[in-house]
């Protein structure tokens, strides 16, 4: 049975715009949003009866502010207006993202802010429906509205049909990119803080680590929401494991790398709890200018199109991410390193050549580990211009750079965190520890599935099959999270 998302213009999510985007799901819009659009509509078309003078609608936009539109030549400005902003070249949206650009958009006419005509929505849902390919330039964006993406989709879209009064200005205002691409990003990078502290319990079987810093006493010693849920779902994914029995830790205090999780995976949910939040309202907010007011019936002139909340949002989740990311890196590195682990060089059993073992790797993961950090720095510090449309243009709040920066960094986390896997199924395998907790087991076992154990004289299995794997079996890996 095909699932169908439903766009009511009120509660659109992250996981809903990834069915679409990337599991095919289709779209309708709710006989409310459809009644919605319609009143929206009827608003503008009245405004331009009266000949009032609005930004867009019935004048011109920019440096020409205040230049009135002649009636008979309000389509013509509104695809000149489009063509003029169409500027778009370099890199292209991948499909999965065009058609996160395309729900949000849908769901933004939904919410009646807009005052595009129904028909501009049906388009748009006849064309995700039918799988309509786009192409979509990345580039383009200040952060005050995604002018030329959205008008590469617009002219596209909308070949056929004429548009009417304050159409394309609503489109044009639209920050649907930076927003869909925010949404798919934040919903991955939700899932690779989850992996991580998976994976973090499962090194700490590896490394041998003291549980002590997920015990209930350790944990409401700092209750904050993030610890609590992070490090109890530590505790229970090691259940049963060597380490809670007598003589299991190797040591009363570890690196802090390990001795930190909950404390550093915590804070980066506490900070992905603010920055989700500010999503879901931004997803059901009007980024347009003006915007249609239906009760008062009137046009009211706002800079919705800053999109300062998303950028600061989506900056603050990335840069919770980097501490995740660099005590991974190191856990990784102390399993590998004899003098920390007590165990082999390299984790590999001599064999007279003398080879590194998982030195190597190692090496590779703390690479893609600076990249990720490097991601982590915030775009809201932008240097502005006044120098364009006579001065009226002086911000940039940078909101698409920030989304794909995140889309860009829970890519790296998923090999990051699937190295850190392979590293500690090493590690266990070497230390001959057993039992391991209740999902740890079924995390070796996953892993094993993938890549073998290295013994002497084998080369390091190559990091590319364990992610691979990963990749193919999200399913399992949120089923192991969810046992937490």
Request: charged letters at 20%; hydrophobic letters at 45%; one cysteine or more.
């Amino acid at each position: 049975m095909q699932t169908i998302v439903e766009i009511t213009g009120r509660n659109l999510s992250p996981e809903a715009i990834a069915q679409v985007a990337r599991s095919g799901a289709h779209v309708s819009l709710t006989p409310e949003a459809i009644e919605r659009i319609g009143h929206s509509r009827a608003v503008v078309d009245e405004v331009v009866r009266k000949g009032e003078k609005i930004y867009g609608v019935t004048s011109s936009v920019g440096a020409k502010t205040g230049t009135m539109l002649a009636p008979d030549r309000i389509p013509e400005f509104n695809r000149r207006l489009l063509l003029t902003h169409n500027m778009g070249h370099g890199p292209l949206a991948s499909p999965e993202t065009v058609r996160a650009m395309m729900v949000v958009l849908l769901n933004s006419m939904a919410t009646g802010y807009l005052g595009v005509r129904p028909i501009m929505a049906e388009i748009l849902v006849g064309a995700l429906n039918m799988d309509r390919r786009i192409d979509v330039h990345l580039w383009g964006s200040m952060g005050q509205s995604d002018m030329s993406p959205i008008a590469d989709l617009a002219l596209e879209l909308y070949k056929d049909h004429d548009f009417a009064a304050g159409e394309a200005l609503a489109l044009l205002n639209s920050s649907a990119l930076s927003i869909g691409t925010a949404a798919l990003a934040f919903h991955d990078l939700t899932r690779m803080l989850d992996l991580a502290t998976l994976a973090g319990a499962f090194s700490m079987e590896g490394f041998a680590a003291n549980p002590s810093i997920v015990s209930e006493a350790a944990l409401n010693s700092r209750p904050f929401d993030g610890v609590l849920r992070h490090g109890r779902a530590i505790r229970a994914y090691l259940d049963g494991s060597y380490l809670m029995q007598p003589g299991g830790p190797r040591h009363l205090q570890d690196p802090l790398s390990f001795r930190s999780l909950p404390l550093i995976h915590g804070s980066a949910a506490d900070s992905f709890a603010f920055a989700g939040k500010q999503l879901a309202i931004e997803l059901g907010a009007s980024q347009n200018n003006p915007i249609v007011a239906i009760e008062q019936r009137q046009l009211v002139s706002v800079a919705n199109f800053d999109m300062v909340a998303l950028a600061m949002a989506l900056d603050v989740a990335r840069l919770a991410m980097v501490p995740v990311v660099t005590s991974s890196t190191e856990r990784l590195a102390k399993q590998a390193d004899s003098f920390w682990s007590g165990l082999n060089v390299g984790l590999i059993e001599e064999d007279g050549v003398g080879l590194p073992g998982f030195n190597g790797l190692a090496q590779f993961h703390k690479s893609i580990t600076s990249e990720a950090r490097l991601l982590g720095a915030p775009v809201v510090s932008e240097l502005a211009s006044s120098s364009h449309s006579n001065g009226n243009l002086d911000r940039a709040s940078m909101a698409g750079l920030a989304a794909r920066r995140m889309a860009d960094m829970a890519t790296l986390c998923r090999s990051i965190f699937g190295m850190e896997l392979m590293v500690a199924a090493q590690a266990v395998e070497m230390r001959q520890a057993k039992p391991l907790g209740a999902v740890t087991s079924q995390l070796f076992a996953f892993v094993r599935r993938a890549i073998p154990y290295a013994g002497a004289g084998q080369r390091v299995p190559h990091a590319g099959q364990l992610i691979a794997h990963l990749v193919a079996n999200d399913a399992e890996i949120d089923r192991l999270i969810g046992m937490a």
